[in-house]
């Protein structure tokens, strides 16, 4: 069982923007940095954001990642076709000396 | 361009010990953590476990479920890493990805991912 918590499904219409936020404790996300990952169907995971709202090279700025306390929040602009995907938070846990991922979040385009 | 290709995986029974290695291109290797997380079939992620480059000194952790069964090592003469997987369990079936660590010592995040490998425990 993960130490994060995201929702299961998350969904919008073309140009909507959508958010997916990821709960944790003060021992992972209230510690340390959170990094979100995208995993397109059928495809390996995919770094999306870093040290909370860091983009990496090639990552559209409609991605936008935030952090506050123990939770953080990733947000979608414009949502388009192809951000169908699971989404993923996780931060390093001082508690458990150990990475954790989020529960996970399926986005789905109506 | 940075890639990370797995090998080694296959289908072997309850309480067999099996060896991925992990063979980076694309960037200098002793320069970086390398990390395993595993996906069983239709879940979520599960880190597995990290070692650090030298300049953390080499160390590891791993996730509390396969502690004492699993090992991480690296030879950075050969540019290669390597996860250890002994006493074997159903549970520890899925596609194992080795990934590249970046961020420093307690602030990793995976920045690179192989296409993982699929590891089937079953009697």
């Known amino acids: 069982q993960s130490v994060l918590t995201q929702p299961p499904s998350a969904s919008g219409t073309p140009g909507q923007r959508v958010t997916i936020s990821c709960s944790g404790s003060?021992?992972?996300?209230?510690?340390?940095?959170v990094t979100w990952y995208q995993q397109l169907p059928g495809t390996a995971p995919k770094l999306l954001m870093y040290r909370n709202d860091q983009r990496p090279s090639g990552v559209p700025d409609r991605f936008s990642g935030s952090k506050s306390g123990t939770s953080a929040s990733l947000a979608i602009s414009g949502l388009q076709s192809e951000d169908e995907a699971d989404y993923y938070c996780a931060a390093w846990d001082d508690s458990l000396n150990g990475y954790v991922f989020g529960t996970g979040t399926k986005v789905t385009v109506l | 361009e940075v890639q990370l290709v797995e090998s080694g995986g296959g289908l072997l029974q309850p309480g067999r010990s099996l060896r991925l290695s992990c063979t980076p291109s694309g960037f200098t290797f002793g320069d970086y953590a390398m990390s395993w997380v595993r996906q069983a079939p239709g879940k979520g992620l599960e880190w597995v476990g990290i070692i650090r480059s030298n300049r953390y000194g080499g160390t590891t952790d791993y996730a509390a479920s396969v502690k004492g069964r699993f090992t991480i090592s690296r030879d950075d003469s050969k540019s290669i890493a390597y996860l250890q997987m002994n006493s074997l369990r159903t549970e520890d079936t899925a596609v194992y990805y080795c990934?590249?660590?970046?961020?420093?010592?307690?602030?990793?995040?995976?920045?690179?991912w192989g296409q993982g490998i699929l590891v089937t425990v079953s009697s």
């Open positions: 003060n021992s992972n996300i209230g510690s340390n940095t």
């Open positions: 990934t590249r660590g970046s961020g420093g010592y307690y602030f990793p995040y995976f920045d690179y």
